[in-house]
């Protein structure tokens, strides 16, 4: 996670926040939640297809990477990363994707 953009930042905010342990799932949370609010910003409306179709347009620099959408609205340069557990520690074998 330390090698995420803006970290140390969501780190430094979320801690006192909520007073609870960052789940490996918060910052693509933090980011699903933000690309959902600029797409109903683009789409200056609650509509649920105008703002799909905001998100078929948008392009985000999330702390994640880049977030976009294909015309299926799968994401554009997915990013997937293989663990394994080795004396009952996670660790990073691969990452595979993005850009």
């Known amino acids: ?3 995420l ?3 140390k930042l969501f780190q430094k905010t979320y801690q006192p926040a909520y007073g609870s342990y960052i789940d490996s799932y918060a910052p693509l949370a933090y ?3 933000r690309v959902l609010i600029a797409a109903i910003k683009k789409a200056n409306s609650l509509e649920p297809q105008k703002i799909t179709k905001a998100l078929h347009d948008i392009r985000f620099n999330g702390m994640t990477g880049v977030i976009s959408f294909n015309a299926e609205g799968d994401l ?3 990013v997937f990363s293989i663990y394994e557990l080795r004396d009952q ?11």
């Not at 990073?92 to 994707?97: N, P």
């Open 89 to 99: 520690q996670w660790r990073l074998l691969q990452t595979i994707g993005g850009k």
């Open 5 to 7: 953009k803006d970290w």
């Open 1 to 3: 996670m330390e090698k």
């Open 76 to 78: 554009n340069n997915p």
């Open 31 to 33: 980011d699903a939640t």
